[in-house]
């Protein structure tokens, strides 16, 4: 994982170097306040990355000697379709028209998220891919 703790490394020490500088050129707290979150975020990141990637053995990509078969096989099993990513985007709407429109839309959509997220969480237990 050594190319994702760089990345994530450098973004992290970019955004907390100009965060001060953004804040003395500009005078504005919410954009500093901004960037220094998202360099808090990236730093937490880059922790989990370097803390994850000190206890899995090397991958392929890691390797300068590694061959594109080395890389082959399972990659993880992935759903071959699912309705509940498309109720939990229309749950986020619905949450998001609230405010707009009347707070007891955001209501009604956080009861369909409960409903949705579930849903989405447990789709493996019940129905054709039941466990």
Known sequence: MKVERWVFGGLAIFLVVMTPIY??????????????????????????????????DARPEDDKEAEVVDGAGSLGFFPPQSIWPFWTALTAAIICLGPPFGWWISVLGIAMGIWSVSGWAYQYYRGDYAH
């Open 23 to 56: 804040w003395f050129s500009a005078h504005e707290i919410a954009g500093a306040f901004v960037l220094g979150l998202a360099g808090l975020m990236a730093i937490m990141i880059s922790g989990y990355v370097f803390a994850v990637g000190r206890r899995i």
